[in-house]
């Protein structure tokens, strides 16, 4: 009955490969966000989706796509993967798509190894 | 450009000790502070801080917020060794629904 869950937890690939990360929240959550972790640890925001509609859209290269196909699900395709895609990757939900009210339920991140 | 900066980096106690984390921020129209306890996984979330001086309290764990100052401190007495994370404070904005965190301190708690 985990709340937030992302699939897969490892994924090692090589360069200029595409390959998609998957997350689902059975938490009745409105919004969804997609986090990128690197290795100092810096948690950053990429993504966040309300009710399937993108409202934040970070500094994030094209090769990153966001898919929402229900509010419960929202997916991220990595398309011509490079080494510095390398991180752990954090699917979150909550509430409200102002995270000031409403703290985050975090997944079990993605660790994504680009080699 | 709104910041969130957690002091100390990192940081090693015994059993027993009693332990203070800054973290301070500079945002514009700030909005709400929060803390996160991230183990070996997703980070989980402990508090949530909107108004000045009114500290928050689960178990050993306490939190206090200055809105005058910026900076909010997260207390650990009597740490255990399953206190050992690294503990992440996160700023918003009313302007934008981004979370902004600090880089975390590494509490590691030895027996």
């Known amino acids: 009955d985990t709340a937030v869950s992302q699939t897969p937890k490892y994924l090692v690939t090589q360069m200029g490969n595409d390959k998609s990360i998957k997350c689902e929240q059975n938490l009745g959550h409105d919004t969804m966000y997609w986090y990128k972790q690197d290795s100092k640890k810096f948690l950053k925001i990429m993504f966040s989706?309300?009710?399937?509609?993108?409202?934040i859209n970070e500094t994030v290269p094209n090769r990153f796509s966001p898919k929402s196909p229900d509010k419960a699900h929202l997916n991220l395709h990595i398309n011509s993967l490079e080494l510095g895609d390398s991180a752990v990757y954090f699917c979150?939900?909550?509430?409200?798509?102002?995270?000031?009210?409403?703290?985050?339920?975090f997944g079990n991140g993605t660790r994504l190894t680009v080699t | 450009e709104d910041k969130v900066v957690q002091s100390p980096l990192s940081l090693v106690v015994h059993e027993g000790d009693t332990v203070t984390l800054n973290c301070s921020y500079e945002v514009t129209n700030f909005r709400s502070l929060l803390w996160y306890k991230q183990e070996k996984k997703a980070p989980t979330f402990l508090f949530m801080l909107?108004?000045?001086?009114i500290e928050k309290k689960s178990g050993r764990l306490s939190s206090i917020l200055d809105k005058k100052e910026l900076f909010s401190i997260l207390n650990i007495t009597a740490t255990q060794t399953g206190d050992s994370a690294i503990y992440l404070c996160a700023s918003t904005s009313y302007n934008t629904d981004k979370l902004i965190f600090g880089t975390g301190t590494r509490l590691q708690v030895f027996p």
């Open positions: 989706y309300n009710n399937k509609e993108l409202i």
């Open positions: 979150a939900s909550s509430h409200e798509p102002g995270q000031g009210y409403s703290p985050l339920h």
């Open positions: 909107t108004s000045s001086g």
